[in-house]
């Protein structure tokens, strides 16, 4: 939700310049305004989250630039593959399988019995 809306003069609020500088609330303006700008990428590529939420609903595909940034979290990038790659995403595999709990999903996700029966050794 957007508070600044519901003010008459939002300008005049303290960090109302600086709201779009924070990822969730980047994303969030992006997901209001439905629309992309090199301003709101610079700013929601620096979270895993919003990254994957910004490619998933308003880029409407992948983003190379962004996925760094969403390797830092296995549970991101097992969500980036379900839903923006709609397949296994091979490079982040070796990011995935730090978070156990994570792995466990994609690899049941995507049908890899022989890694599931590895992750239990």
Known sequence: MNLFKLHSDPEHLTRFADRLKVPIAACAHALEER?????????????PKCSVLYAELIINGRWPEAEPSILESPFWAYRYACTVIRGRWLEAEPYIMKDPATWLLYATRFDLAIALADSHT
Do not use: F, G, P
């Open 35 to 47: 629309q992309r700008t090199a301003e709101l990428d610079s700013v929601i590529i620096k979270d």
